[in-house]
């Protein structure tokens, strides 16, 4: 199971850094005119890292990873509703500067995230990197929640004036769903989810980082 864990973060990890690698060159190269094609550009390899990561939920249901669920859960599911839902069924948000920056966030934590991981599966803990993993994602997790909630912003005027997910049953059911109201629902959710998990966040830094298991990786 170790070795299979191994195996997944490395995959993880080569997804997310050619993602990363890739925006930086072709900001570097093409300037600002990079970021309104981001998503035509990675956003298979994104949406494939994305749906890949579905399965940590599975690992820690079946217990090979100790990870708290609820937290990681929510961390996942913002990211497949955000990708799939509100940017993938509307072109029109494709191209807005706000999708680089999210991409820019998600593969900035995740680099970090599944390098730490792969060398913690043999047993590697460097402080630096450990600091880095559990430091970085506190005040660059809310900035990216501040991206998603913008996007769904953005992306409300499609959702109107196109009808996408809107649903009107026929007579004689009364039944409608208009999308727009549940993305703003979705908005209160995202936020007060954050809330948890930053606690979760500042959790998981004070048991890694806490004086006594700094000595002991240190020793």
């Known amino acids: 199971m170790n070795m299979y864990l191994f195996v997944y973060d490395l995959m993880q990890f080569c997804g997310h850094s050619w993602i990363f690698t890739n925006m930086i060159i072709r900001f570097m190269t093409f300037g600002k005119d990079s970021l309104a094609d981001t998503f035509h550009s990675i956003g298979l390899v994104m949406r494939l890292c994305q749906l890949f990561s579905v399965l940590e939920i599975l690992h820690i249901l079946i217990g090979i990873d100790k990870s708290r669920l609820l937290p990681r859960f929510l961390q996942i599911t913002e ?69 998603k909630g913008f996007a769904i912003c953005v992306s409300v005027p499609y959702f109107e004036s196109f009808g996408t997910y809107s649903i009107k049953l026929p007579f004689p059911f009364t039944f409608s769903i208009y999308f727009p109201y549940v993305l703003k629902i979705y908005l209160l959710v995202l936020f007060a989810g954050m809330c948890f998990i ?11 980082l806490g004086t006594g298991n700094i000595k002991n990786k240190r020793s």
């Open 79 to 147: 990211r497949i509703i955000i990708l799939f839902v509100v940017i993938n069924s509307q072109e029109e948000v494709q191209g807005k500067y706000v999708v680089c920056v999210l991409f820019f966030l998600w593969n900035l934590l995740d680099v970090v995230r599944y390098t730490y991981n792969m060398l913690a599966r043999m047993g590697i803990y460097y402080l630096p990197l450990t600091w880095l993993n559990f430091s970085l994602c506190i005040p660059l997790y809310p900035l990216s929640v501040l991206a």
């Open 198 to 208: 930053i606690r979760n966040l500042f959790s998981e830094r004070m048991a890694h």
